[in-house]
């Protein structure tokens, strides 16, 4: 989520502007302090103009089975 929102260039501050939140909104989820539901992560896709199924393969990439 952080590598799409530098890949738009966007600010925390100018995402949070977008989604009509705090700036700590964006900071908390970025940290790891919150999570977010899946209408979240949907308009925060849309928001940074990025493709959310690209976001998901790219986690599930990431995390091995046991």
Do not use: N
């Amino acid at each position: 989520m952080i590598k799409a929102r530098k890949g738009a260039r966007l600010t925390q501050h100018d995402l949070a502007m977008r989604l009509h939140k705090p700036q700590s909104f964006v900071a908390k989820y970025e940290g790891g302090e919150r999570r977010i539901d899946i209408v979240e992560f949907l308009t925060i896709c849309q928001a940074v103009g990025t493709d959310p199924v690209r976001i998901l393969k790219t986690l599930r990439d990431a995390v091995k089975p046991p």
